[in-house]
């Protein structure tokens, strides 16, 4: 699939570590996951090259952040605007090494690139203030300045907006960045650093260092363990995100984490159905259901129980499965084998406990699912309680307001949440009861670069994207000037 590139040179398979592409001693395979076959091997690296990109970001900090605003701003735009003219070939790589149709690839790389516009903009507006002094002979100062070396880990799901939204603000504050991408997707990871080269970000300032799943690791290791790294920003999981919490422990670092979610789709029986069985549709299977904010437990209100899985079940039924390269395909295979066997074991658990198989529950040859509805779904099943990641709506039935915020609130995780109805008194009750960091009223997509993205509780720490994003990456700085 990467034969058709249009700009070969932006297959890039070296590791970057100050402004140099490096091979690194041994190699990992990218694969393809709609057919398990090899893309590219890319650098495994290790503490060593890890510990070299650390110094090159500190080395290149100094000239960074005492460029103007405006002059960052202006590689930023440029950088942005690159993105976009090659959004046709990172498309294609994104859907070779993720599995994600292409129009879908493509609309990731604009929305991932527009984090990069926006905190362009955002970079000239990185204001202190200044406050009323209680004595005369002072004043109070209050400047914002970059935090210095960031460092970023990031998932498979997302390959390219999961970076754009930490390093765009990073930049933007004048901080150098560590990225450590996805072993699965490395490759657009990459492509994207090329084109930040090509508009001119200087050396060190972006590194990227590649590992496969064991030598991510000691990467992570590294990076947590770092005086010189004053920031981490991790997405994936909270199982992960508490491990790196932990080590990040010892050097009091500064973290920003998007974390799991368990994110409940609510449909009450005032709502318009046929909105809310559309919003169903790509809040939940919209990259084969493995978004972290994917609709994951669906409770609709007695009176249009039996219509809504009606509606939705024919919908779902539709979906084209098969390789995201194929046009009319819009859904594609699932990521690897963990993926499967916790999709599978969600379905068959759900089966064993009473739940009605509506249509899927079936694995299509190796690499891909069927979409599936499960109706009749209760509190005691296992897709209750954990993220599924994979294309299957359990469907809960529920008959009063106040039952059904008790249950969706009824998680450790508080990432995104939805909910359906055109009565404007329950949209205020209902959008202040639940305990989410992100709450989509009669809409299954929330997320664009103006908006602060983030959770509660367990779903995580701090808030990415809208003017909110770039406050992790400066440090607030209090000057008393006395003796006026
Ligand atoms: P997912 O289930 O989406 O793969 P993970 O949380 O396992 O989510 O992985 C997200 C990112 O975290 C990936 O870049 C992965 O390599 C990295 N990662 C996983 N385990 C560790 C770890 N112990 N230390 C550092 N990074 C890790």
């Given at each position: 699939?990467?034969?058709?590139?249009?700009?070969?040179?932006?297959?890039?398979?070296?590791?970057?570590?100050?402004?140099?592409?490096?091979?690194?001693?041994?190699?990992?395979?990218?694969?393809?996951?709609?057919?398990?076959?090899?893309?590219?091997?890319?650098?495994?690296?290790?503490?060593?090259?890890?510990?070299?990109?650390?110094?090159?970001?500190?080395?290149?900090?100094?000239?960074?952040?005492?460029?103007?605003?405006?002059?960052?701003?202006?590689?930023?735009?440029?950088?942005?605007?690159?993105?976009?003219?090659?959004?046709?070939?990172?498309?294609?790589?994104?859907?070779?090494?993720?599995?994600?149709?292409?129009?879908?690839?493509?609309?990731?790389?604009v929305y991932g690139a527009s984090f990069i516009e926006w905190f362009a903009e955002e970079a000239k507006r990185v204001y202190g203030e200044t406050i009323p002094t209680t004595d005369p002979n002072k004043r109070f100062v209050i400047l914002k300045?970059?935090?210095?070396?960031?460092?970023?880990?990031?998932?498979?799901?997302?390959?390219?907006?999961?970076?754009?939204?930490?390093?765009?603000?990073?930049?933007?504050?004048?901080?150098?960045?560590?990225?450590?991408?996805?072993?699965?997707?490395?490759?657009?990871?990459?492509?994207?650093?090329?084109?930040?080269?090509?508009?001119?970000?200087?050396?060190?300032?972006?590194?990227?260092?590649?590992?496969?799943?064991?030598?991510?690791?000691?990467?992570?290791?590294?990076?947590?363990?770092?005086?010189?790294?004053?920031?981490?920003?991790?997405?994936?999981?909270?199982?992960?995100?508490?491990?790196?919490?932990?080590?990040?422990?010892?050097?009091?670092?500064?973290?920003?984490?998007?974390?799991?979610?368990?994110?409940?789709?609510?449909?009450?029986?005032?709502?318009?159905?046929?909105?809310?069985?559309?919003?169903?549709?790509?809040?939940?299977?919209?990259?084969?259901?493995?978004?972290?904010?994917?609709?994951?437990?669906?409770?609709?209100?007695?009176?249009?129980?039996?219509?809504?899985?009606?509606?939705?079940?024919?919908?779902?039924?539709?979906?084209?499965?098969?390789?995201?390269?194929?046009?009319?395909?819009?859904?594609?295979?699932?990521?690897?084998?963990?993926?499967?066997?916790?999709?599978?074991?969600?379905?068959?658990?759900?089966?064993?406990?009473?739940?009605?198989?509506?249509?899927?529950?079936?694995?299509?040859?190796?690499?891909?699912?069927?979409?599936?509805?499960?109706?009749?779904?209760?509190?005691?099943?296992?897709?209750?309680?954990?993220?599924?990641?994979?294309?299957?709506?359990?469907?809960?039935?529920?008959?009063?307001?106040?039952?059904?915020?008790?249950?969706?609130?009824?998680?450790?995780?508080?990432?995104?949440?939805?909910?359906?109805?055109?009565?404007?008194?329950?949209?205020?009750?209902?959008?202040?009861?639940?305990?989410?960091?992100?709450?989509?009223?009669?809409?299954?997509?929330?997320?664009?670069?103006?908006?602060?993205?983030?959770?509660?509780?367990?779903?995580?720490?701090?808030?990415?994207?809208?003017?909110?994003?770039?406050?992790?990456?400066?440090?607030?700085?209090?000057?008393?000037?006395?003796?006026?």
């Amino acid at each position: 699939p990467l034969a058709a590139l249009k700009d070969p040179s932006l297959l890039k398979t070296d590791a970057l570590v100050n402004g140099e592409w490096v091979a690194g001693s041994s190699r990992f395979d990218v694969t393809d996951p709609a057919t398990g076959a090899k893309l590219a091997d890319v650098p495994r690296l290790g503490a060593a090259e890890t510990e070299a990109a650390i110094a090159a970001a500190n080395a290149a900090w100094p000239a960074w952040r005492a460029k103007t605003a405006k002059e960052r701003a202006a590689i930023l735009m440029k950088w942005h605007a690159l993105m976009i003219e090659n959004a046709d070939d990172l498309a294609r790589i994104m859907t070779a090494e993720q599995g994600k149709p292409l129009t879908e690839a493509r609309g990731e790389v604009v929305y991932g690139a527009s984090f990069i516009e926006w905190f362009a903009e955002e970079a000239k507006r990185v204001y202190g203030e200044t406050i009323p002094t209680t004595d005369p002979n002072k004043r109070f100062v209050i400047l914002k300045q970059a935090i210095g070396v960031c460092a970023a880990i990031t998932p498979w799901n997302f390959p390219i907006a999961m970076i754009t939204r930490k390093v765009a603000p990073a930049l933007a504050a004048g901080c150098p960045v560590v990225i450590k991408p996805a072993e699965q997707t490395p490759l657009s990871a990459l492509a994207c650093a090329e084109l930040a080269l090509r508009a001119g970000l200087p050396a060190g300032v972006l590194n990227i260092v590649t590992g496969d799943a064991d030598s991510s690791i000691e990467i992570g290791g590294v990076l947590c363990a770092s005086d010189t790294v004053r920031h981490l920003s991790f997405t994936g999981s909270t199982e992960v995100g508490r491990i790196l919490m932990k080590q990040c422990a010892p050097t009091i670092k500064k973290m920003s984490l998007e974390l799991g979610g368990n994110a409940p789709f609510i449909v009450f029986d005032d709502a318009d159905i046929d909105s809310a069985v559309e919003g169903a549709m790509i809040s939940k299977y919209r990259n084969a259901g493995q978004t972290c904010v994917c609709a994951n437990r669906l409770y609709v209100q007695d009176k249009v129980y039996d219509q809504f899985v009606e509606k939705l079940a024919a919908k779902v039924a539709a979906i084209r499965v098969g390789n995201g390269f194929e046009a009319g395909v819009s859904q594609g295979p699932l990521i690897d084998e963990g993926a499967f066997a916790k999709v599978e074991s969600h379905v068959a658990d759900a089966l064993a406990k009473g739940a009605r198989l509506v249509t899927g529950g079936q694995r299509i040859g190796e690499r891909f699912y069927t979409p599936t509805v499960l109706a009749d779904v209760t509190a005691e099943m296992l897709c209750a309680t954990e993220e599924t990641f994979g294309p299957v709506a359990p469907i809960f039935r529920f008959s009063t307001e106040a039952e059904v915020v008790a249950a969706a609130n009824a998680t450790e995780f508080g990432l995104a949440s939805y909910f359906y109805s055109r009565d404007i008194g329950r949209i205020f009750r209902v959008g202040e009861a639940l305990e989410y960091g992100m709450v989509g009223i009669n809409t299954g997509l929330i997320s664009v670069a103006e908006v602060p993205f983030g959770g509660v509780k367990q779903s995580g720490l701090g808030r990415e994207g809208s003017h909110h994003g770039i406050d992790d990456y400066v440090e607030v700085k209090y000057l008393c000037i006395s003796d006026i």
